[in-house]
């Protein structure tokens, strides 16, 4: 605990305290929804960071049901109850072979910004003693990331870039909004839904849309897919 206290300016080492604590395999910190955007700010693998990508592009999932109600998300058998709860989440993690999801909120206070992801690949379930632990562990990296937000503002070209940023739909959603003269909202929603109907992840399309290999046009009153 005191490790994560003293570890406020970097994130990196945000996960490996709940690995060196958890019975789990991976762990990722996100920032989620309209507060601080959707963010991967640290990852403890590719897997962890790949699963928060499928919920940031999905839009469910144990991190969107932590951070709305503000309380951990505990599934230790994702591949069962979890396809109630989270249908296409639990199907797109299949290949992945991941037992268990476990959440928990990045808030302070009313404001919700966040989750803390966790998951292994053996069924596991968490004691209560181990769940109130991530819940302090969190608290600690809720004021981190807070801190961390408020004091970027302003800031944002000389903030270094995390290797899970989704500034890149950020910015599609602005050639997008360009492009057919919509909503932020709806601009968003149309990359989300390319990147669905083909299989792909947002940040892919996001790139292709940016680098121009994927555009967006008005015809005969709709728009469609320029490719």
């Known amino acids: ?22 019975p789990v395999a991976g ?8 507060v601080l955007g959707s963010e991967t700010i640290a ?9 928060d990508e499928i919920q940031f592009d999905l839009g469910e999932g144990p991190c969107w049901d932590a951070m709305r109600s503000a309380t951990p998300v505990l599934e230790p058998a994702v591949g069962t109850a979890g396809r109630e709860r989270w249908p296409a989440f639990a199907q797109s993690i299949v290949p992945d072979g991941v037992n268990s999801v476990f959440a928990f909120p990045l808030a302070i206070g009313p404001l919700r910004f966040g989750a803390v992801d966790l998951y292994s690949r053996i069924p596991v379930s968490l004691s209560d003693t181990q769940a109130h632990q991530a819940e302090a562990m969190a608290e600690i990296v809720s004021r981190h990331v807070l801190r961390r937000a408020l004091a970027s503002i302003g800031d944002d ?16 959603t602005g050639v997008v909004l360009a492009q057919v003269d919509i909503s932020a909202d709806d601009a968003r929603l149309m990359i989300q839904g390319q990147a669905f109907a083909a299989g792909r992840p947002m940040m892919e399309v996001a790139q292709d849309i940016i680098d121009g290999r994927l555009r967006f046009i008005r015809a005969a009153g709709r728009i469609e897919v320029a490719l």
């Not at 970097?10 to 709940?18: D, I, L, N, S």
């Not at 762990?27 to 309209?34: C, D, F, P, Y």
């Not at 990852?43 to 699963?51: E, F, L, V, Y």
Request: charged share 20%; hydrophobic share 40%.
């Open 1 to 22: 605990m005191d490790t994560l206290e003293n570890a406020p300016d970097q994130p990196e080492r945000y996960c490996g305290a709940f690995l060196s604590v958890l």
């Open 27 to 34: 762990a990722a910190v996100s920032t989620i929804g309209h």
């Open 43 to 51: 990852a403890s693998d590719s897997q962890a960071a790949r699963i």
């Open 157 to 172: 070209a000389n903030e270094p870039v995390s290797a899970f940023s989704r500034r890149l739909i950020h910015q599609a």
